[in-house]
Every structure is written in C-alpha cells, then in structure tokens.
C-alpha cells in the first residue's frame, strides 16, 4: 500500500491549485480524477456555458444590427454545429490544461480512477489501494433529477451541451440561474422556450423587483413561464415530451421537442463511502466542514461543491485558499470571513454582493437605499443597453456597505468595485467621492450613492 502525505480527491477549481502547493511544500502528494479533469467548471460549467452564451449573444446583436444603423443582408443563421465545435475546443484546451499541469508536477501522482474510502485513512483506487496522512475532498457535484421523470428522455445542464441542433421547443423545467441561462441562450439560437417553475416567481432568493425585471427582460424576448407548477412529471407522446405542469392557469400540459432539468445540484458524496468513516455529511449529503473546511474527522478537509458553502467556482477556489493559508502560511483564514457575491449570467447580467434588500429589511438595521434605472445611463443608452437596474444597501450608523445587486449590461464586472470596498471596510462614502470615468456604467454608482433614502 502506497503511502502518501497529503491526498486530493478530485481536480475542479480546488483540488489541483492545492495538490500543487502541497506538493511544492514538500509533501508526498496524490491527486485522484475518476473522470475529466478540471471538474465542473471547466468541463461542463462555467466555460462551456459561457462560451455559449457568448454565441448566443452574437446573434442577438446581429439580429439587432438595424438598431444601430448596420444592415446585414438576408436572415442570421445559427450553425449548432460550429457552435458546439468551439465550445469544445476551448474546453478541451482547458481540461488538458490542468491534466498536463498536475502531471507535469515534481512530488505530485496523478491517478485516473474512482476513490472510495475503505478506512478512516483508507482509500482504494480502482485495483490499489492508498494512505495518507492528510486528505482533501473535492468531488464537486452533479444535476439532482426529481422523481416523476423516468419514462421519458431528458437533459442535463451537462448533456445538452452535446447538442449539435437547436432544439424546436425546449422545456425547461426549473426558474434557477441554470434554466434561466439555458432558457435565454436556446432562445436567442432559434428555439421556442417554456420555463417551468414551481414556485410563484422566478429565483425566490433574489428580491422581488430583481426576480420580476429578470422575467421581463427574457418575455421580451420571446421566453414563456409557467409558474405554480405544484406536480410535474414527464411522459413521451409520438417522439414529443410531454410535460404535466398542473397549474391553476393555462393548459395542464405542455409538449415539446427536448426536455432540460434544472433542478439543482446534489453533492457527489454517495459512493465515496464515507460510511467507513467518521466524516458526517447533512441530510442533501454535503460533507459538515467547520470554519476552517475540517470535517468531523481529522486531518481531513471537504472543499468545493460537496460541502454546501458555495457552490461557485470562485468560492470554490477561496477554500482552496483558506486551507493553503491555514496549513502552509500561518495565516487564520476563516469560511465566515467571505462575503458571498455571484453573478447570473443571463443578458444583460446580474452581480449581486452582500445583503438582498429583504435580509436588510430582516436584520432590524437601520439601511439607506439606492436605486437607478440602466435607462437614465448615458453609456446604458449609447450601447443601446437599457435594461435592469443598479441597487445598493448602506447601514446608516457604520456607513458601511451592505449589499448590492447590478442587473445591467457588465453587472458581472462593475460589481466588483463593490465587493472590493466590502473586503475593504471603507465606508460608502469612498466611492461615492470618488472620480469615475466619463461615459461608464460605473460613474452612476457614486451618483445613486449620493440619493439615499431610508429603507421602509
């Protein structure tokens, strides 16, 4: 039995930035991938999905292109077949990537096969079986399938990027962030869309006027939402899906071409036998970590999707980073240090950073609030990008900055300006004193901030 200082259980954004520094550090280390290297977000996440929504945004603007003074002659023709071929080559430079850089790594065995504890410190790996000192859990995630769908054929938001055609009607069931990019982006393909959602609105977690501006922006483009859809199954009719709905309004059932499932993610954590183990996972199966991302057995950490804390790619990477600065540079980094941002890919984009205005609303503090349409932005109208709106939440008494949601063209990027005075600790007033550049989207930031109302 091979014995190993330090062993990492799969390569997505934080198993092989870690596996390397041990490695550098002078550990004996193993890295273990069961499938593709790079994990989600490389393979099958992050860059393909935003390599096709980048596509997709190609062809809208060129069916704009009259908008803007620019004549292009006859119909814009999406070819699913190009589409996917350049979707898969900046993958797959991507995850041979990382592979040639782990297996290029002095100090460091990369092994290719499925690891499953048999012991506490335990692991068999296909025919071997190793030991370490220390292990890392990074095995990430994969699309949860509810019951009610077994008769009939569907997509993942893995398996539908392997179409090379553009489906005549797909059926998304779920009004989460993945339906809601996959549901724009076929759009803007070709494809008539129907996004089916349980719940009253579209992403319950986001505020109201975010979730409702969000349904806009897609209806104006030609999406259709069923809301309330309280029991939802799948059947096949004549090579069609069928999709049972039971709504209080509208037909009972829809039919369409191609069928998504965008229901949320589950950890994979069920055949890594941690049963053999003291490490206890919740009730959905992510692995309990504590500030530092330990789980309730030594000398073993749980990082990336499988733990629940973030299921980002950039969350991902910042447990990477606490853990390195915890084991390597002295440095007490603590999960409950980071303020959680993300981004909804969509177009135009949303950033949100911090508090919505609902858990301000909650936490009894006395907030300020800021509001500004992307219509009363001079660069929002010259690019001819008026959609959304900018949001910010200040707390009276310290000045700080609470939180923020930008839904607006580059929302994903002018939120950072934001994050970065959270991370700070400076006060609002920082920004808002501050000299922008003239014409950006991001000079009307200190403008709403000099605007504040008392929250009700």
């Known amino acids: 039995m091979d014995k190993y200082d330090a062993i990492v259980i799969g390569t997505g954004q934080a198993g092989p930035s870690l596996a390397a520094r041990c490695a550098q550090e002078g ?23 935003k390599t096709l929504v980048a596509s997709a945004r190609a062809a809208y603007m060129a069916r704009r292109m009259e908008d803007f003074g620019v004549s292009i002659d006859g119909p814009v023709i999406v070819d699913m077949e190009k589409v996917k071929a350049r979707k898969d080559a900046i993958v797959k430079e991507s995850t041979e990537g990382v592979e040639n850089w782990l297996k290029s790594t002095e100090n460091l065995t990369v092994y290719e096969e499925h690891a499953r504890f048999e012991e506490p410190k335990v692991l068999s790996v296909g025919d071997d079986q190793i030991t370490g000192d220390k292990i890392f859990i990074n095995v990430g995630g994969r699309a949860f399938i509810p019951p009610g ?149 030594d000398d073993v950490w749980a990082l990336g999707d499988c733990n629940g804390e973030g299921a980002f790619t950039h969350t991902a990477y910042n447990d990477f980073e606490i853990v390195a600065a915890n084991l390597f540079d002295d440095n007490p980094r603590r999960l409950s240090d980071r303020i959680m941002c993300y981004a909804l890919y969509i177009d135009p984009a949303l950033g949100r950073v911090g508090m919505t205005e609902s858990q301000a609303r909650a936490s009894d503090r006395n907030v300020l609030i800021g509001k500004r349409a992307m219509d009363h932005i001079a660069r929002s109208k010259e690019k001819g990008e008026t959609k959304g709106f900018m949001k910010i939440l200040i707390d009276a ?60």
Not at 27 to 49: D, M, Q, S, W
Not at 255 to 262: C, F, I, N, V, Y
């Open 27 to 49: 550990l004996k280390t193993a890295v273990i991938e069961r499938h593709l290297f790079g994990g989600t977000c490389v393979n099958n996440g992050c860059t393909p999905t």
């Open 397 to 456: 008494d310290t000045e700080k900055i609470l939180g923020a949601a930008i839904l607006g063209i580059e929302g994903d990027e002018i939120i950072h300006s934001l994050i970065d005075m959270m991370y700070a600790d400076e006060p609002y007033t920082t920004i808002r004193d501050a000299v922008h550049i003239h014409p950006t989207v991001s000079e009307l930031i200190p403008t709403m901030l000099e605007n504040l109302e008392h929250l009700d």
């Open 149 to 297: 769908f077994e008769d009939v054929d569907y997509l993942t938001n893995t398996s539908i990027m392997e179409l090379d055609e553009v489906p005549k009607h797909l059926i998304i069931v779920g009004g989460g962030y993945i339906g809601l990019e996959f549901g724009q982006m076929y759009r803007r393909f070709g494809s008539e869309v129907t996004i089916v959602e349980q719940g009253e609105r579209l992403l319950p977690k986001e505020d109201e006027d975010i979730s409702e501006a969000i349904q806009d922006i897609l209806e104006d483009e030609g999406v259709n939402f069923r809301f309330n859809a309280e029991c939802i199954g799948g059947s096949k009719n004549n090579g069609q899906v069928v999709v049972e709905v039971n709504c209080n309004d509208g037909p009972p059932k829809i039919t369409g071409s191609h069928l998504l499932l965008a229901t949320g993610r589950r950890p994979n954590t069920d055949d890594l036998g941690l049963e053999n183990t003291s490490i206890k996972t919740d009730d959905r199966g992510f692995i309990q970590v504590d500030d530092q991302l330990q789980t309730t057995a």
